[in-house]
């Protein structure tokens, strides 16, 4: 009877202390999948936000070109006036 409480206490002790680095294992694991996704979602939104930027960019730069055309065609016209 003593022999199998103290087999029965031995393998829970073992059981328990297997059972604690399996979890600490797999915790690890976990987190290290969780930063290398997240590392890559940071990437992806890096690169959507450069596209983003760089089409705004572009885009203002039109614009600006084509404000700068009409104040020109403006001042044209209005020496054409002055002149004429």
């Not at 290398?36 to 890096?46: D, N, S, V």
């Not at 450069?50 to 020109?72: D, Y």
């Amino acid at each position: 009877m003593y022999v199998q409480a103290v087999k029965k206490q031995l393998y829970q002790k073992v059981y328990d202390e297997v059972r604690s680095e399996v979890k600490n294992d797999a915790l690890a694991q976990a987190e290290e999948e969780i930063e290398r996704r997240t590392g890559l979602r940071k990437i992806e939104e890096y690169k959507k936000l450069t596209w983003s930027g760089l089409l705004v960019a572009f885009w203002a730069g039109l614009l600006v070109n084509q404000i700068t055309n009409i104040i020109e065609l403006s001042d044209r016209l209005s020496s054409s006036i002055t002149l004429a």
